[in-house]
Structures are given as C-alpha cells and as structure tokens.
C-alpha cells in the first residue's frame, strides 16, 4: 500500500477544469517526481492533499487515512515545502522552528535537538539568530526543507522547491533532498526535468488534469523506447555508403545523416540491432561506434504533452 | 491549545517587533496626556485669541471636561487607528502565504482565529488601560476637587465596545481576502449601528451607547441601570461574530 493514495480526484475553479480524474499511488521511501507543464495543477493537487482546498470529488488517504478539507489530522504526517515559502521576517530561524515544534507537540527537548540537527544539516548554522527578513531565496528555501522535515514527517511534498533558484543553490536542495530519502517519502513537484532524473526514482506526468505517465524512470524509458541505433563511421565516405544501402531502402526505416553519424530509426516489429549490424558486416564496414537511442526524459515529456 | 498558546505567543512577538504595540501605546499615551490638560488650557487659548474689546468668558475648566475630552478621542481616534492597525490581521498573512506553512504543521484554523482575537483584546485593553490612568492621574492633580460618577463603569462600557469592534473587524476579515474590504465591511457595521441610533426606541439595545453615554453616566444623566441590556446585547454580538469567523475560516480556501 503506498503512504499516499489519489482516486478519481477532480477540481475546477469556476469553469475552468483543473484535475479531471486523477489517479496517484506513491510508495513508501521513494522520491517521486510529480511532473507538469505551469499551470497543469500541480499546486492544486498538492494543496487538495493538505487539506487546504477542497476538491469536488475524489478521495485522498494518507499513510491508510483520509484526508478532510478544512481539518489537518493528516497533516501530521506530512511535511510540506511551498514553492516560495514565506516566514515571518522579524523572527530568527530558531524562533520560527520552535514556533513550529511548539505547534506539532514536540517536547521541549526535542525540539531543542532537532532544530540544531535540522539547521545544521540544510547549512543555516550560524545564520540561527540572524532576522528572518534579510534572508535570499535560496536561504528561505533551505529554512522551508528545516522546517518541513522538522516533525519527522513520512511524506515530505516539496512544490517546485528549485524552481527559483540558481544552479549552487538548485545542487545544494537536490542533495538536501537525496539526504533525506532514507528517512521519508518525498513528492516532488516541477517543470525542471533534469532535477527529476537527477534525484527521483520515480515520475509521474500530470497533463489535462490526469496522470498521462507513471512509473519507475527505467520502466519508462523501456516503455518508449524507439528501435533507434546512432552509427558513427571513421569518415563521411563510409557513412554515406552505409546510408545508401539497398536494404535500408524501406518505408519503416528513417535515416538522417549529419557528416559521419547516422540515425537509424525504425518502426518494424521484427527489425532490430542484429539486421543493422548484419548490413554492417555483408557491407564489411566497421563503424566506430554503435549506440542504442536512449530516451531522453524531455523527449518522453514532450511526447505525452503534445 | 498547546497550538492556540504557541500561535498567541507569536502574535505578541509580532505585535511588538512590528511595532504595532508601540504604536497604539503611543497614541494612547499622547491622549492620556492631553486630554485634561487641553481641557484646563483650552479657555486660556481661546481668551488669548480674542481681540481687544471683545470680552469672552468661559466657565472655569472640570474634570468633567478632561473626560469629555478622553471618551472623545478614545473612541474618534483611538478606535480607527486600532481598525485601521488591525485591517490587515488576517489578509497580509493570507496574501503572503506564511500562515499556510503553519496550518500545514497541523494548526487548526480555530486557534488561529481565537488567538489573534485575544491577541487583539489584549492589546486594546493595555492601550485603553494606559490612556485611562494617565488620564485619570492628570484629573486628579490639575482639577483635584471635582467628583466624578460611575467613572470605572463607564471606561468598562467603552472598553466593551471596543471588544465588540474587534469583534466585527475580526469577521469582517474573514469574509474578505483583502484588508480594504475588512475595513468596508467593520466601517458599514458601525455605519449600521449609527444609523439605528437615530430611533430613540433602539437606543437601549444599540452597542454604540456603550461609546455615546459615557458622559451622561459620569455626570449622572444617565443611570446605570439602563446600559445593563445593551452591555449583554454587545456580548453576545461579539460571541456571535467571532464564532462566525471561526465557522467562516474553517471553510475558506487558502
């Protein structure tokens, strides 16, 4: 059973139709990239998920309990991260953790320990008594990982939590966040794909209101993978003469030829590697290199969004 | 509770980082100072601008003035600095969003609600409180002699009153998104409140007497007796609008 389960989740704003029947299941202790264009509802599922909107209909549990709009329970178990968090600038980190603590009904003790441990692990060490207020992005984002992670949550929702930060500061919340995967179970919202394969196993594709995708990175990219070969020839002579063989001259085999690499794509059920490299040794061509296409995650998204 | 004590304690942090508590006990305390003392110098004045010929007599200042004076400005200025302070109580944290991370942590929306309305009546009774001894301790050494009635009493009436505001400006906040309308809304209840005074018969049931018979109870025009169904009306308004914010918050989406 996973720590956190959608059915059949609808929600519309006026007329304006955001989920359509969403369906989600994310297992425990994975960090799971939850991916959509700007606007595609992201937010909105996540918000209906703390309890702070209500959907129309649908049914969402967390870790076996469901969640009520306008009553936060469940909430309890869940740690989250607003896209741009906001504090309350005349406080200092510490205060504001302990403010939180105070609010879930840690001991005193506790929170005590866990607000050093927590400070030093997201690097706002020696920056504990300094004004909230003059804080960078950056600096607010890392303080918003403390204080999600600060009741030991076992879903940890972060929404869009690098979208606004430089490269440094992008690096430094992925590994925050890869840290903590042991730990909890992390849902991870954003438009950055390259986030996504560096740190989550897995994805799921939110488009017109339902997933489009879901799986493992690897599943999908088994999935969707084209029958594509890269071919690189030592020259363009030999590349030009691979390219005009007779027996590549059929209608389910696209080629493209960039100088002395060729693109082999194709459709065929039966076709595969072994009759490309049998035309390779009847031709007795020796290509430098032989490489099976990967699908690119960005190739996938555009895919399932167009 | 354990979340309504945490939450209160950062609205008095707030209260006083931001300097809102400063400046309430400032104005207050400005009035306080005032008050008898522009009621013992107001004739002085006047004499001093009349031209020659002219002979202008004023009845020697009371204390009576030195009060006229403090129920005057503690309910025209005093109330609409604490309005317009208070405006923003629930939309600023709204709009910028810090109060989500705190419902997140599992804070529930009734705390927030009955904090931030003690947090306000403290703060109103502390400035009230301030204003009234300053006052008072001024009365009593400019105009020594008088005697006042039912001063206490009447100081608790316009105490009440300004609970009942809060009160108002506390659903009002509710209801809007934005502090402009929280304002409307408060200023068309009071509106509302002075446009049913001008039925004498509603009178006795009106919460604004609490804020127009003080005098009248401290010259003795007025018994005290007569203010006893309005002090309960008033009560129970202000239980009635801080129950609907209550109501009215758990149900808003954020």
Same mark, same amino acid.
């Given at each position: 059973m ?25 297992p ?18 996540m ?12 049914s ?10 306008g ?58 008594k ?41 690096k ?13 179970t ?15 196993d ?42 005009n ?33 049998c035309?390779l ?13 990967e ?9 399932v969004?167009? | 509770?354990t979340?309504?004590?945490?939450f ?7 209260y ?68 317009i ?70 100081v ?13 400006? !506390?659903?009002?906040?509710?209801l809007?998104?934005?502090n402009?309308?929280? !304002?409307?809304?408060?200023g068309v209840?009071?509106l509302?409140?002075?446009l049913?005074?001008?039925?004498p ?48 918050f758990?149900k808003?989406?954020?």
């Amino acid at each position: 059973m996973g720590i956190l389960e959608i059915k059949q989740l609808y929600k519309s704003f006026g007329c304006h139709e955001v989920l359509n029947g969403l369906d989600m299941d994310v297992p425990e202790h994975s960090i799971f990239g939850f991916v959509g264009q700007n606007g595609a509802g992201k937010t909105t599922t996540m918000k209906i998920i703390l309890g702070l909107l209500k959907p129309d209909s649908g049914s969402v549990t967390v870790c076996g309990e469901k969640v009520t709009y306008g009553e936060t329970k469940t909430n309890r178990n869940i740690g989250f991260l607003p896209d741009v968090p906001e504090f309350y600038g005349y406080m200092n980190p510490m205060e504001y953790l302990k403010l939180c603590g105070e609010i879930t009904g840690l001991t005193k003790y506790k929170i005590e320990l866990k607000c050093e441990e927590l400070l030093e692990l997201v690097g706002l060490k020696y920056e504990k008594k300094k004004k909230i207020g003059g804080f960078s992005r950056g600096m607010k984002q890392r303080l918003g990982i403390a204080q999600a992670l600060l009741n030991e949550p076992k879903l940890l929702i972060c929404d869009e939590p690098t979208s606004a930060l430089d490269p440094v500061g992008r690096k430094e919340i992925l590994d925050i966040l890869s840290a903590a995967k042991g730990k909890t179970t992390i849902l991870f919202s954003t438009h950055i794909l390259s986030d996504v394969e560096r740190v989550c196993d897995r994805i799921a594709v939110l488009h017109g209101g339902k997933i489009a995708l879901s799986g493992t990175l690897s599943e999908m990219k088994d999935r969707y993978r084209h029958n594509g070969f890269v071919l690189e020839f030592e020259n363009e002579k030999e590349a030009c003469f691979f390219e005009n063989a007779e027996e590549l001259k059929k209608p389910e085999i696209s080629l493209s030829r960039n100088k002395n690499v060729v693109t082999v794509l194709m459709t065929g059920r039966d076709m595969d590697g072994h009759f490309l490299l049998c035309i390779l040794s009847q031709k007795r061509i020796t290509p430098l290199k032989f490489t099976v296409m990967e699908p690119t995650l960005e190739s996938l998204f555009m895919e399932v969004v167009r | 509770m354990t979340g309504y004590l945490a939450f209160l304690k950062k609205e008095v942090i707030e209260y006083i980082r931001t300097y809102k508590l400063f400046i309430m006990l400032i104005v207050f305390a400005v009035f306080g100072i005032t008050n008898p003392l522009m009621a013992k110098l107001m004739p002085e004045i006047l004499e001093s601008l009349a031209t020659d010929g002219v002979i202008i007599t004023f009845p020697e200042p009371t204390a009576y003035d030195a009060w006229t004076q403090f129920f005057k400005n503690a309910t025209q200025i005093g109330l609409v600095v604490i309005v317009i302070l208070f405006s923003g109580i629930l939309s600023s944290e709204l709009s910028k969003g810090t109060l989500i991370n705190l419902l997140t942590k599992g804070l529930s929306r009734t705390a927030v609600i009955l904090s931030k309305f003690t947090c306000m009546v403290m703060a109103w009774t502390v400035s009230i409180a301030l204003c009234f001894g300053l006052t008072y301790g001024y009365t009593m050494y400019l105009f020594p002699e008088d005697q006042t009635s039912n001063l206490l009493f009447s100081v608790l009436c316009l105490w009440l009153f300004g609970l009942f505001l809060l009160a108002a400006l !506390l659903f009002s906040a509710s209801l809007t998104k934005s502090n402009y309308g929280c !304002l409307l809304i408060t200023g068309v209840v009071v509106l509302v409140c002075m446009l049913m005074n001008i039925i004498p018969a509603l009178h006795k049931y009106n919460p604004i007497s609490l804020s127009t018979d003080n005098i009248g109870l401290i010259v003795n025009s007025i018994d005290v007796t007569s203010l006893y169904s309005v002090i309960l009306i008033s009560c129970l308004l202000s239980l009635i609008f801080v129950s609907l914010s209550v109501l009215i918050f758990r149900k808003k989406q954020l």
